[in-house]
Antibody, heavy 125, light 111 residues
């Protein structure tokens, strides 16, 4: 049973970089697409981006980012640790949210079948 | 404002049937992209409820069903139970925005 667990600082200062890691247990990170999704307090869900283990840049494979966040987002994979990570630069209060990591649907990659429990990140000085 | 439009809230009594609509456009649902549904219980992460428009993952009761037609999709819940009280989100892909998109969410209240 694959499980995901997010980790990282719960408080980030404005203009700094938010860094989170998602640990994948119970299965390999290889051959799947992995996403980050966030949810501001009391609001809906926003997809941030996904990454595939082998890497490249396209919807059909590799990394793909939400255009609204693309200039500030970097996703990466650490195969040796079975983890993937999110970096979001130049954060503001608008980036305050619960951040979820998730596995994309294995067959179509356009939905999410496994989610982490989420981690709350507050942007404040 | 979300690209996929859901009613903010729906309600029903135990045992009743409720439906939640998800209205999109020709660049997402109408373009043939799949719709998925998620259930988010209070204080928890979303859980996949329906995938590929009408398929239930293992463990999801058959009280939950999904359908899609034209530029819209629907989630139906029959035999409503107190534990169904949650937020429900539809999700698809939009080819004009090149982004995986969510509806704004619908809060289900069991009366």
């Amino acid at each position: 049973q694959v499980q995901l667990q997010e980790s990282g600082p719960g408080l980030v200062k404005p203009s700094e970089t938010l860094s989170l890691t998602c640990n994948v247990s119970g299965g390999s990170i290889s051959s799947y697409y992995w996403s980050w999704i966030r949810q501001p307090p009391g609001k809906g869900l926003e997809w941030i981006g996904y990454i595939y283990y082998s890497g490249s840049t396209d919807y059909s494979g590799g990394t793909n980012y939400n255009p609204s966040l693309k200039s500030r987002v970097t996703l990466s994979v650490d195969k040796s640790k079975n983890q993937f990570s999110l970096k979001l630069s130049s954060v503001t209060a608008a980036d305050t949210a619960v951040y979820y990591c998730a596995r994309n649907l294995p067959t179509t990659q356009d939905g999410f079948d496994i989610w982490g429990q989420g981690t709350m990140v507050t942007v404040s000085s | 404002q979300s690209v996929l439009t859901q009613p903010p809230s729906v309600s029903g009594a135990p045992g009743q049937r409720v439906t939640i609509s998800c209205t999109g456009s020709s660049s997402n649902i109408g373009a043939g992209y799949d719709v998925h549904w998620y259930q988010q219980l209070p204080g928890t992460a979303p859980k996949l409820l329906i995938y590929g428009n009408s398929n239930r993952p293992s463990g999801v009761p058959d009280r939950f069903s999904g359908s899609k037609s034209g530029t819209s999709a629907s989630l139906a819940i029959t035999g409503l139970q107190a534990e169904d009280e949650a937020d429900y989100y539809c999700q698809s892909y939009d080819n004009s925005l090149s982004v995986l998109i969510f509806g704004g969410g619908t809060k289900l209240t069991v009366l």
